[in-house]
């Protein structure tokens, strides 16, 4: 290892800066890192999902659980690059089983769940110790920058699941609006047979692939805190700077050596008259009273003006008067001696700033209970006044909804309609449905709703008769109006017949 051949600065710094070089690092060398780690782990996480098919949490923990055997693999590749010796993708998919020999076992079970093991991976692959000589190097090594190594795996777990949630939504944002309507997404999350396993082994697929993304960056990160702590112990920036000036000194050796030859031949000062003067004797008493001058200023001697408590004729108690002497008693001059000190001052502010918490939580709370006599007659606003009823809207997708718009019987209208204009019979029929749910139901709906936002406040009724005649209605209608297609003969009279179960006889009600 030549210092002098790092791709990257050798100085000290702060651990997050540190952490900052990792990133660098890793996004400096990603095609390389990414495509390797997916080269090994995807087959292993296809392998898994092929064996647990039928338990894909099993087969994601599992696959979690091997991440210190791939981390291995980075960790490599990135020690090699730091120092200019880059390995192709094959090479580094070649080293990989040979990397997995040193302390494989000890990295999957003790140390599996360390928080600091980005940080001190380095110390078992790269430096190869094990045992009591492993332990004394990372008590070495963890002085420092431990704490934010903890912090890399604590930051790291919440953005893998960040990530996730976000492929997910990602994923939901995809799928077409009529597919969407077609799916019981409470059916499928609470479904425990085969149907419900595709949408587990999905969700592990995205963190699989999050995973080829983040993990390289961790554990660059975690080597950046490890160099950067080694740089600190064994003073590698003062040692490249030696060796720099080293490299310029030897081109000015026979120079300097030169000037000491000159600098050692004897050399005589030339001769000159001493032409000083004799000094000025001073007398004792000036001396006396300079002396005394000098001493009365700093830093020989620092007047200080200090404020205590004290009573009033209290006179300072002589050093050596006995014990229990004094004036006053010893526990309460210690009483007064603690008070009159620097550090009771911290206390003080403590309190006041205490004191002055409490009186305005008082007065907030003293608002708060009087309120409404405060907004009676304190406030200059007039009593609230209720809200008013929002207004029921008269249409919906250019359908009148009014009652007086719908035959009495709508069934009987839509049967004689049926032959002859389809299209306005299925509309009277939806346009009836949406009358009863706003003057019967009230649902809250809006001149903006959708035919699925208008499904999910039908779902809210929790009404399974009434969801379920909403829903085949919708969906026929939707048909009709935008795909131009004729429901089946049959749909007619069963629409009819589930129109007068739900609304002749009242039943919904």
């Known amino acids: 290892m030549r210092l002098s051949d790092a791709s990257v600065v050798i100085r000290p710094r702060t651990s997050w800066e540190a952490m900052d070089l990792g990133v660098l690092m890793a996004r400096e060398h990603r095609t390389l890192l990414m495509a390797s780690w997916a080269l090994i ?15 894909p949490s099993t087969a994601m923990f599992l696959f979690w659980w091997l991440k210190p055997a791939f981390d291995r693999l980075p960790l490599y590749i990135l020690s090699k690059t730091l120092f200019g010796e880059a390995p192709s993708l094959k090479q580094a998919i070649r080293e990989w089983p040979r990397l997995l020999k040193g302390q494989l076992l000890a990295s999957l079970t003790w140390r599996r769940l360390s928080l600091s093991r980005s940080f001190v991976m380095p110390v078992s692959q790269l430096e190869g110790l094990d045992g009591e000589a492993r332990q004394k190097r990372l008590g070495v090594l963890q002085q420092r920058n431990a704490g934010a190594a903890r912090w890399l795996t604590i930051l790291g777990v919440h953005l893998e699941i960040g990530l996730w949630f976000g492929c997910m939504a990602l994923f939901y944002l995809f799928i077409p609006q009529q597919l969407e309507l077609d799916w019981d997404w409470q059916r499928l999350a609470l479904a425990t047979s085969s149907e419900g396993l595709w949408l587990e082994h999905l969700g592990n697929a995205f963190y699989a692939l999050i995973l080829v993304f983040w993990e390289p960056i961790y554990v660059a990160c975690g080597f950046s805190l490890y160099l950067n702590r080694r740089t600190v112990l064994e003073a590698w920036d003062l040692e490249l700077v030696f060796r720099r000036l080293r490299q310029r000194l030897s081109s000015v050796a026979p120079l300097l050596l030169l000037v000491s030859a000159l600098m050692l031949l004897p050399f005589s000062p030339p001769a000159v008259a001493d032409d000083s003067k004799p000094s000025k004797e001073v007398s004792t ?10 001493l009365d200023k700093p830093p020989f001697k620092n007047p200080e003006t200090v404020t205590r408590y004290r009573f009033g004729e ?9 014990h229990g002497e004094g004036k006053l008693p010893a526990w309460l001059q210690a009483l007064l001696d603690n008070l009159n000190s620097n550090s009771f001052k911290h206390v003080a502010l403590g309190l006041e700033v205490l004191l002055w918490s409490l009186l305005a939580g008082g007065l907030a709370l003293l608002v708060w209970r009087y309120r409404d006599w405060l907004r009676t007659f304190v406030s200059r606003q007039g009593p609230r006044k209720p809200n008013a009823a929002k207004p029921v809207p008269t249409q919906l997708f250019g359908l009148e909804l009014g009652t007086e718009t719908l035959p009495a019987d709508i069934a009987s209208t839509v049967e ?51 969801l379920a005649f909403s829903d085949e209605l919708t969906r026929h209608w939707q048909n009709l109006a935008y795909g131009h297609r004729l429901p089946p003969t049959s749909a007619q009279q069963q629409l009819c017949n589930d129109w007068r179960a739900l609304f002749s006889s009242g039943a919904a009600q």
Do not use: M
Not at 42 to 52: C, K, N, R, S
Not at 314 to 322: D, V
Not at 419 to 440: F, I, K, N, V, W
């Open 41 to 55: 782990t995807l087959p292993v996480f296809v392998l898994l999902t092929a064996l647990l098919w039928k338990s």
């Open 285 to 294: 008493q000036a001396a006396s009273q300079s002396i005394k001058t000098l």
């Open 314 to 322: 209290e006179k300072p108690t002589a050093k050596n008067k006995a």
């Open 416 to 466: 004689q309609l049926w032959s002859t204009q389809p299209r306005e019979a299925l509309g009277l029929l939806y346009r009836g449905l949406l009358s009863r749910l706003l003057h019967d139901f009230n649902l809250p709906l809006k001149s903006a709703d959708t035919e699925g936002q208008v499904l999910e406040r039908v779902h809210q009724l929790q009404l399974p008769q009434l």
